[in-house]
């Protein structure tokens, strides 16, 4: 079992960055691929990023693609999310999740744990 803390969310101004992390407890971290996800107020949940096991690929939803990175640090147990050029439309609660498949998926149901999700609100 691996439980989730995510950080770094807060407020920004339009075609501004922040950078979210989360955490993970347990040592068998790199065992598991990662995601992030987000939901906005009155939304369904979407995918936003994935991450191999090893790091070695990354996916993103078409909407962020040349504006958010995500990066894993399998020593610090640590997944981050880089993001840039933000706009309105960035603004929800983003959460990361812990799939045991080795590639992850665009799927939140192919994840098995969640963290409490962290705000992020994007002002024009």
């Known amino acids: 079992q691996v439980q989730l803390v995510e950080s770094g969310g807060g407020l920004v101004q339009a075609g501004g960055s922040l950078r979210l992390s989360c955490a993970a407890s347990?040592?068998?971290?790199?065992?598991?691929?990662m995601g992030w996800f987000r939901q906005a107020p009155g939304k369904e949940r979407e995918f936003v990023a994935g991450?191999?096991?090893?790091?070695?690929?990354?996916y993103y939803t078409d909407s962020v693609k040349g504006r958010f990175t995500i990066s894993r640090d399998n020593v610090r147990n640590t997944i981050y999310l880089q993001m840039n050029s933000l706009k309105p439309e960035d603004t929800a609660v983003y959460y990361c999740?812990?799939?045991?498949?080795?590639?992850?998926?665009?799927?939140?149901?192919?994840?098995?744990?969640w963290g409490q999700g962290t705000q992020v609100t994007v002002s024009s």
């Open positions: 991450i191999r096991r090893s790091g070695s690929s990354t």
């Open positions: 999740a812990a799939s045991t498949s080795s590639s992850g998926s665009y799927y939140g149901n192919d994840y098995d744990y």
């Open positions: 347990g040592r068998t971290f790199r065992s598991y691929a």
